[in-house]
């Protein structure tokens, strides 16, 4: 009983460490996106913000080539949940579904290729881009953004499609349905907010990717490819306003689907 | 209307075979059980009728159409799935409507069809709920509802009673088998309660790895079980087995012997002896037995007796006037004993 406790109060205590670990310069950020210009470099910084304003992030929404490069991001991160769902949520459904021989194996596999970093793939990358013609071009960062993403989706769905009952698919067979209305009528409605979910954290990861991003585009940067470029030349106040501004749909989406990223590693 | 023909399926799942070259007539109208422990193959044989599952081997046909390469869709039959597969996502109104939206029928007759299926049902007042908002044995109605609304002339049950608490099963026992006499569907049925196909089945088919073990009307599986496992599955309790041989007469085993008028079998041929409980009485000169445990159930006492090394159930009645450690003599209804091979367990001619 007491040992119970203990353990609970450990893990609590594990918890809220590594949460201010997380949420402190996240914090700091915050404020400082909100603080007068002037007042950014004031020191000690007060944990509460004296004096609030939208200076600071006027100035970097107002800033060349920023609002450019949200709408760059914009189309990017769209182009890659249209990618990353036709090719992922059938993958999830196939490892839902069938008991195919190496279906064990091929879900490590999938998340092994998490473990490749995308650096050592760049400069191919680049130069098959270029051979293509799809250099500095949106639909590229995409495509890549959907390489990067797939993993996930494919796990994602993988859990949102094991969720619904295989009878109920079967049930809408008997009931007149083929194969393929079975899935449309039934599954897929009952695996929406699932498949959102893995729409939204597809977002999250192809809105807050540089370094393809970087490497792929010279004029259509999105976002964070125009923030990296222009940071050493940039003053404070635009780099706290920027990392807000990048952060701030990440986290929302993130809180708003945590139940569906836990099937990453629970359920099955 | 039509029957259903299962001429010669197997289905092999990797390289375990789930059916063995089953062979089964079932009359336009039935109603045929499936009957057996998990694994043996019943539910996998509804599935092959239903279409979920392609036949390895064998044929189907429903009336005189062969359905073996069809989608389920196209094979004219409706089921009821073991967790109901209600569409959570539905309401009542919409779920017991979906075959014949799917069916693309006129809007009038499928209210008119799921207001008639309501009905039949008790389903009425929930016609506006959601699945979760319905409780178990109203979620089960819905399923039969649904399946009954398709007019399909077949009518396939996975075990539809398994999820219902005791007292509730027993109602819904009786409701569907109510509703087949009013419906007359050609009906599979599958379930490992024995009870349930005793009280329910035209006839069963009782199932045992993969192949029929027995085929035919309760009473007569229950009187005459075909293998010591028909007669150890069916009957609660299941019925008593004593090994033994013919020795001078009469059946003696390892520490009894029971006095027989008319010895049956081979002298000296290993047997066993089976006897259901409400044919042995306590009492009389018979066979010498010890008394292990007495559990009155209400109506009749089960009294546990040892036979040798053998524990025998014997049905008594309830004011039975022996205790846990008596000596009793038991006296066996000759007419009643059943015999069967020691090696195969199959039974011996009377």
Redesign the interface.
């Known amino acids: 009983m007491n040992a119970r406790v203990l353990d609970r109060s450990l893990l609590y205590a594990g918890a809220i460490f590594l949460a201010i670990w997380v949420l402190v310069p996240f914090y700091l950020i915050a404020i400082s996106a909100f603080t007068p210009q002037a007042k950014i470099f004031d020191y000690p910084k007060p944990l509460v913000p004296g004096s609030l304003s939208t200076d600071t992030m006027q100035f970097f929404v107002e800033a060349r080539g920023v609002i450019p490069s949200v709408l760059n991001s914009l189309v990017v991160a769209l182009f890659t949940i249209v990618f990353g769902l036709a090719l992922g949520a059938p993958a999830g459904y196939a490892l839902a579904r069938f008991r195919f021989r190496g279906r064990e194996a091929f879900q490590v596999v999938v998340l092994m290729t998490k473990m490749f970093p995308i650096a050592i793939l760049s400069i191919p990358l680049a130069v098959t881009f270029l051979q293509l013609g799809l250099y500095d071009n949106l639909i590229s960062v995409a495509l890549v953004h959907t390489a990067m993403a797939l993993p996930f989706i494919v796990l994602v769905t993988g859990g949102v499609f094991v969720a619904v009952?295989h009878?109920?698919e079967?049930?809408?067979?008997?009931?007149?349905?083929?194969?393929w209305?079975a899935f449309l009528r039934?599954v897929l409605?009952?695996a929406l907010p699932g498949l959102a979910a893995a729409a939204i954290f597809t977002f999250v990861i192809s809105w807050n990717e540089v370094f393809a991003a970087t490497i792929l585009t010279l004029r259509t940067r999105t976002l964070p490819a125009q923030v990296l470029a222009s940071l050493s030349t940039s003053p404070l106040a635009f780099k706290f306003a920027g990392g807000l501004f990048m952060v701030l749909p990440a986290i929302v989406f993130i809180f708003l689907i945590r139940k569906y990223l836990m099937n990453l590693w629970g359920s099955r | 209307m039509a029957g259903i023909t299962i001429d010669g399926v197997s289905k092999i799942f990797g390289k375990t075979p789930a059916l063995k070259d089953v062979t089964l007539d079932i009359a336009d109208g039935e109603f045929m059980v499936l009957l057996g422990p998990s694994g043996c193959g019943k539910t996998t044989l509804l599935r092959c009728v239903?279409?979920?599952e392609q036949v390895n081997g064998g044929r189907i046909r429903i009336g005189e159409r062969d359905v073996s390469d069809l989608?389920?869709?196209d094979r004219n039959?409706?089921?009821v799935?073991?967790?109901y597969?209600v569409?959570?996502?539905m309401t009542v109104s919409s779920n017991i409507g979906?075959?014949l939206r799917?069916?693309r029928r006129p809007k009038p007759e499928i209210e008119k069809r799921v207001r008639e299926g309501a009905e039949l049902l008790g389903l009425v007042p929930f016609l506006d709920r959601y699945p979760a908002q319905l409780s178990g044995g109203q979620r089960q109605r819905v399923?039969v509802a649904?399946a009954l609304v398709?007019d399909a002339p077949v009518l396939?049950m996975d075990e539809p009673l398994s999820n219902l608490d005791a007292l509730l099963r027993l109602q819904a026992r009786a409701d569907l088998k109510r509703l087949h006499k009013e419906v007359k569907r050609t009906t599979i049925y599958v379930t490992h309660d024995q009870v349930e196909a005793m009280s329910m089945g035209d006839r069963i088919a009782v199932m045992r790895e993969g192949a029929i073990e027995q085929l035919g009307a309760p009473m007569e599986i229950y009187d005459n079980p075909a293998t010591q496992f028909v007669g150890g599955f069916i009957g609660s309790p299941p019925m008593n087995f004593l090994r033994g041989a013919i020795r001078d007469g009469a059946f003696a085993g390892d520490g009894f012997t029971v006095p027989l008028s008319r010895p049956h079998g081979a002298e000296g041929r290993e047997m066993l002896l089976g006897v259901r409980a409400e044919h042995i009485l306590i009492g009389g000169d018979g066979v010498a037995a010890k008394v292990l445990v007495v559990e009155p159930l209400g109506a009749h006492a089960l009294v546990t007796v040892l036979v040798g090394k053998t524990p025998v159930k014997v049905q008594a009645p309830i004011d039975v006037a022996v205790k846990a450690d008596d000596p009793v003599r038991l006296r066996l209804d000759e007419s009643r004993l059943r015999w069967m091979d020691a090696a195969s367990g199959s039974a011996l001619p009377n």
Not at chain 1, 170 to 179: F, K, N, P, V
């Open positions: 009952s009878e109920l079967e049930a809408a067979q008997t009931l007149g349905c083929s194969r209305g039934i409605p009952l | 239903a279409g979920l989608a389920p869709r039959i409706a089921m799935f073991q967790s597969a569409f959570p996502h979906f075959g799917m069916k399923a649904r398709m396939l």
